[in-house]
């Protein structure tokens, strides 16, 4: 069997699945998860020793330490999971709700109802436990998943997978709401992304230049999460304090994520009152500093900033810093350089505030707080299968109803349209 | 110059553009709109010139009657499209409007803000009101165009972009906000549809090989509108004087649009009481019906309804008829033949009414009224660019709001995240 030919009969078995799990209720789709919980809690000797495997052959193959680290399922990972599925359990299920039911002049009545999406593939890299909190957050909202994990993990995302199923079967819903690609063979991504007759959308989950070539050789619709370079700007009438404290959290709250400040842009008159104490604060951190040439001259210890610098999401306690002379001038270099994913203003005025709402096209535009605030948690999401930074369908941190679709459903008695 | 640079060219310029047209307030946009109405009625002895060179090309070209009729721009159509600038003036603007702003446990404020989707690449045929249609609903809704006619068009086109670009230039906003594709050469299309870089989506209309084509091609995401091939299910509960009206209504209406049923299924227990009176009806205007063979056993004139029979959107005249025996199996027939763009139930039973909006996976459904209603003007919407037959981003009648996309936006007051 090709590989294609393998992908052609996972899609059809999902296509079938994907069918029936729309048509189940929150009950049992709860039930469901309740059950993988469940299987996955008694299944930890079954897990490690699938893990054992994977961590056997990285070390053989001489995976970096950060790597196997990541690939490890040790009980807290384990119980991480069984927490991650029981807080799916406590959303509210997406499907079938209506938005705007109204009658129109016509006497119908109309209304959007969210439905899934159907069939979802997931990529991504070598993290096991994504193959859970993927697989849950789409099973809640009713479609069905085919997984392509890092080949890495591969007898751990099997034995995950396992214990989806059983906990799919328990309820009576089909074994192949969650497919598991076993193949290793990369050429199963390339059919998986090219399936455009069965999957209805192909979510990568993993670094840049992953989901950079998933998107170029894609003919299923992808949802992107590219990177992250985010901005907090300054304004003349920033708060002094607040503009300390959420440039300081903005940076320093963690390094290594998508939504953390990489530049910070600061209008020339608020250059005296904020920085001194800025640079002291994030040197005392570690953070490595890159500034304009106004920047250097305010502070000679600041290293140059390059063209790059402006550009990159260090995702390292190093910060990119610029003086700018307007608001428009910091609306006009987040165009340029930002992946338009999280901007952020401190100001005290609000004709400025919303200036830069409007204008400034990014993912989250947040006025007065951190850019740490661009999570799928913290808007109240519940869980975020990713952040998009597609304009197209969903954009920033994509929950539950991100993965879901509205049809139209209209209630007549007996109209006809002239 | 190559249609690539072309196209790069074209694409920076729209890009500009749609930034500052993103921008735009209502009253400039509606300013503008108002004065690319008067530019057209001034026009009309310049447009119809134009016109006169494309239909004297088409005419030598040997184009069949019914093309030229469509490329026609007569006192009529000019009035028509006039009169379709002024309704979008009247139409609420979607881009700045906040949708659920609450505040969440964090002190934070959280909504979503529309905005417009960037540039929007259109692809149409030989109809040139198209031009005026798509450019103004696309302006409205803040979005640069590049409009890409048929070659066949091409004077009226560019005539046509010249009254817009009269009435952007009067109002300050750059011209280049809709550009029209100058070249005939098909290589142009191309260009259009995988530059990614500055097109944000292309919105094909015309014909399903044309749409298919674009699709295949794209690597700018597309918003489809593929067939029509709807069904009106007559239920055992349903009311006989309403099946009567909704299936007559649903296809005699108007043959050639994409709203009309192509498949009619009738439960066995209905047959006696809707179909002799259904069929005269059809017959009396002239409606080919082909049947599966319980229609045939029920009136001998029926033709065979072949499995192609099925799958097909006629557009025309012909209606195929199943005789089904349960809403499952109408649900199960829609599910393998439909092209999921309208479904109708005729059902006075609330559960069996229930069960088929839930599973009938369509862009629109529709209880107990005509699939006529499957329209953007019947919907409220004002005025429709297409009807998406897609899943991701929007189904259904695309007006207005399907042209923009949201963003998050947060309020906070000096927040920081734990």
Known sequence: MTVKQMQATLGQ??????????????????????????????????????????????????????????????????????????????????????????????????????????VIGIIYESRPNVTIDAAVLCLKSGNATIL???????????????????????????????????????????????????????????GKSLIERISAEATVPVIKHLDGNCHVYIDKAADAQKAHAIAMNAKTRRYGVCNAMETLLVHADMVDAVMPGLIKAYQEKGVELRGCSRMQAHDASIKTAQEEDWETEYLAPILAIKVVDSCDEAVEHIAQYSSDHTEAIVTQDVTTADKFVREVDSSSVIVNASTGFADGFEYGLGAEIGISTDRLHVRGPVGLEGLTTQKWVVYGDGHIRP
Chains 1, 2 share one sequence.
């Open 13 to 118: 078995q999902a296509v079938i699945a994907a069918k029936g799990l729309a048509k189940a209720n929150t009950q049992t789709k709860n039930a469901a998860l309740s059950a993988i919980a469940e299987s996955i809690e008694n299944s930890s000797e079954e897990l490690r020793l699938a893990n054992q495997k994977d961590l056997q052959a990285g070390k053989e193959r001489g995976l970096e330490p950060a790597l196997l680290d990541r690939l490890e399922l040790n009980d807290n990972v384990i119980a991480g999971m069984v927490e991650g599925v029981r807080q799916i359990i406590a959303l509210p299920d997406p499907v079938g709700s209506v938005d705007g039911l109204k009658y129109l002049p016509s006497g119908i009545q109309l209304g959007k109802m969210r439905v899934p999406l159907g």
């Open 148 to 206: 392509r994990g890092g080949s890495e993990a591969i007898h751990s995302n099997l034995a995950l997978a396992k214990c989806i199923q059983a906990g799919l079967q328990k309820v009576g819903l089909s074994e192949q709401c969650v497919q598991v690609v076993e193949t290793t063979d990369r050429a199963a991504v390339g059919a998986l992304i090219t399936d455009d007759q069965h999957v209805d959308v192909i979510i990568p989950r993993g």
